[in-house]
């Protein structure tokens, strides 16, 4: 029997140690790497940073790890557009979160109370925009929200307004794209709360003398509040980071992290500084991703 | 408590779904428009199709990002599925929690500091960035996505008949191709499906890891739109909304047939015992 105990551990350690050392190699080194460059000073060379790390011997290593400083750190701390656009992401990250839930709970509720032939119809037409391109989407909006837009020529045409609104290059246009493109993040963790609600409690709450608007509010919705969270988290996490959306539809006023560590890295060539950001943003990003991690673990 | 629509809920319904179809509607509706002016209708025409076909800086970067998501989705669903069978399989064992850390981080992490950070090894280690650091850095995001799709199946998954082959003498790698993955394909091939979406459609994290002779799809819109709003881009992009729902409407009634299908096996075997 002792082969077969060879041939089972065998498959077990590449079961685990293949993707382990991919993951480790390919996702925590780089990570390590980005910290440490962040410690690096910004150069003029080849790669733009000083100091390499000398791999010739233990005493060449000691060597560059005594060269390490927080220069980056300091300069961030220094000039308040970091600081500022730090506060920004998260407050426009924050607003629109709030947004997309107010146009979420609605559609979610509405197809957890569709007949139930249709929801897996209605839960496919929510995912199919997810499957098309992130940023054809944010694109879209460009001709909607542009001054000679779709969205002013419709209302120059039914005399709304007389002069075209200036939306895009703004904050307003960078929270329609947000709560654009995340919206199936927020409608499906409400959906499948909503979906599973005991519709007993609703007719109990009902033979009691609840009005509907009384059962939703006292019985629903703390109900369906676990997969707000999780939705919410969805939403808010990836908006603090993101480049693509402020990028395309916000103005040269709106300040937005991502977008910070790319003209940082792709502009400024200042590789330590971007990786700064970096590791800032990471640090910003801790409590919420630590958060959504519990909420997963306890809902599996 | 009756299941029907009121009308709250049918508006609800129907502004949601006008919300995040108009948009795209719009899009595609314009691709088909003579004008030059992008928002003036001038009349129906294919011309920015037909120039799109002799537009090579697209050609090429559509074949680069074919490629790129081909590789990487395959790549990712092995790895995926390993990672995925490794969470399930071994409740035990050193650094699991590390692994389970880092299998599920990319799924959270903000593009920019994963593209940022993979693109600082490949400079560290002084690998030429191209079309293989690319394919690298996305099969590294996606094998997450195969692995949290993988792992939910893999969960429902009845162990005892992988064990009985394996007391019957079957090598665990062959239990596996024979037993275990025919059971959890449609899973296995949802991953896929995913991976090799989220490589297509991948802007960030292929900016910084890519290098001169590897712009990708994404990429080269990208540079496009910076410079303003074209019917080209209408067009391009239509096509890849018509690809992506096609692929996605053939899946999902792929999965549907094979879960019937499984279903009346099972109803099958129950019967024989």
Redesign the interface.
């Known amino acids: 029997m002792a082969s077969?105990a060879l041939?089972?551990n065998w498959?077990?350690g590449?079961?685990?140690g293949?993707?382990?050392l991919?993951?480790?190699v390919?996702?925590?080194?780089?990570?390590a790497?980005?910290f440490k460059?962040s410690l690096s000073e910004t150069a003029i060379a080849q790669?733009p940073y000083l100091p390499v790390?000398d791999w010739t011997g233990v005493s060449a290593l000691a060597g560059s790890l005594r060269q390490l400083g927080t220069q980056s750190y300091q300069f961030l701390a220094e000039d308040p557009l970091y600081l500022n656009a730090y506060l920004s992401s998260l407050q426009i990250a924050a607003v629109s979160t709030a947004l997309t839930l107010l146009?979420a709970y609605?559609?979610a509720?509405?197809?957890s109370?569709?007949?139930?032939g249709l929801r897996p119809v209605?839960v496919?037409?929510?995912v199919?925009?997810f499957?098309?391109?992130?940023?054809?989407?944010v694109?879209?909006?460009?001709?909607?929200l542009?001054n000679?837009?779709?969205l002013n020529?419709f209302l120059l045409w039914t005399g709304l307004v007389d002069t075209p609104l200036t939306i895009i290059n703004t904050n307003t246009a960078v929270y329609v794209g947000i709560v654009?493109s995340y919206?199936p993040f927020m409608?499906l963790p409400i959906y499948a709360s909503l979906e599973r609600l005991d519709?007993r409690l609703?007719?109990a709450a009902?033979d009691l003398g609840c009005t509907p608007l009384g059962a939703f509010w006292r019985i629903t919705f703390p109900l369906s509040l676990p997969g707000v969270l999780a939705g919410a988290l969805l939403v808010f996490?990836?908006a603090?980071?993101?480049?693509?959306i402020p990028?395309?539809l916000g103005g040269s006023q709106t300040l937005m992290i991502?977008k910070t560590?790319?003209d940082e890295?792709?502009t400024n060539r200042d590789?330590p500084v971007?990786?700064a950001v970096?590791v800032l943003?990471?640090l910003v990003?801790v409590v919420p991703?630590v958060l959504?991690?519990r909420i997963?673990a306890r809902a599996a | 408590?009756k299941?029907?629509?009121?009308a709250?809920?049918?508006v609800?319904?129907v502004?949601?779904?006008a919300?995040?179809?108009l948009?795209?509607l719009?899009?595609v509706v314009?691709s088909f428009n003579a004008s030059q002016l992008?928002?003036v209708w001038g009349g129906f025409s294919t011309r920015w199709y037909a120039s799109l076909m002799g537009n090579r800086l697209f050609l090429d970067a559509a074949w680069v990002t074919l490629r790129v998501a081909f590789l990487s989705a395959t790549l990712a669903t092995v790895?995926?599925t390993?990672?995925a069978?490794?969470l399930v399989?071994?409740a035990r064992?050193p650094?699991r929690t590390?692994?389970s850390g880092?299998?599920?981080?990319?799924l959270?992490m903000?593009?920019?500091?994963t593209g940022?950070?993979?693109l600082?090894?490949f400079?560290?280690i002084g690998f030429d960035r191209g079309f293989w650091t690319v394919t690298?850095?996305h099969?590294?995001l996606t094998?997450c996505f195969v692995?949290v799709v993988v792992q939910s199946r893999l969960v429902s998954f009845d162990r005892s008949l992988e064990e009985a082959a394996?007391d019957l003498?079957c090598?665990?790698?062959k239990a596996?191709l024979l037993i275990t993955l025919p059971v959890i394909w449609p899973a296995v091939a949802a991953g896929w499906m995913l991976a090799f979406?989220l490589s297509?459609?991948d802007?960030?994290i292929a900016?910084?890891t890519s290098g001169p002779g590897a712009t990708t799809l994404?990429m080269r819109?990208?540079s496009q739109?910076?410079l303003g709003?074209t019917p080209e881009?209408?067009a391009i992009?239509t096509i890849?909304?018509a690809v992506?729902?096609v692929?996605?409407i053939a899946a999902?009634l792929f999965t549907r047939r094979q879960e019937t299908r499984r279903r009346a096996d099972e109803r099958l075997a129950a019967q024989d015992v």
């Not at chain 1, 390919?26 to 990570?31: G, K, Q």
């Not at chain 1, 109370?113 to 139930?116: E, K, L, N, S, V």
């Not at chain 1, 694109?139 to 909607?144: F, M, N, R």
């Not at chain 2, 880092?102 to 990319?106: C, G, K, R």
């Open positions: 077969r041939r089972v498959w077990k590449a079961v685990i293949v993707p382990y991919w993951l480790l390919l996702f925590l080194v780089p990570f790497i980005v460059i790669p790390f146009v609605p559609l509720y509405a197809m109370r569709a007949p139930g209605l496919m037409l929510t199919l925009p499957w098309t391109s992130f940023l054809i989407r694109y879209a909006w460009i001709g909607i542009r000679e837009g779709y020529q654009y919206l409608v519709p609703l007719e009902g996490i990836p603090v980071g993101e480049f693509v990028d395309l991502g560590l790319w890295f792709f590789w971007a990786s970096a943003l990471l990003l991703i959504f991690q997963q | 408590m299941r029907g629509l009121s709250f809920n049918l609800s319904l502004l949601g779904f919300f995040l179809y948009p795209i719009l899009l314009y992008v928002t790895l995926g390993m990672a069978m490794a399989r071994h064992f650094g590390l692994f880092m299998v599920f981080a990319p959270v903000p593009e920019v500091i940022l950070s993979l600082l090894l400079v560290a690298v850095a099969t590294t094998l692995a394996q003498g090598p665990p790698a596996f979406t297509l459609d802007l960030v900016s910084f994404p819109i990208y739109v910076r709003v881009i209408n992009s890849m909304i992506v729902a692929g996605v999902a």
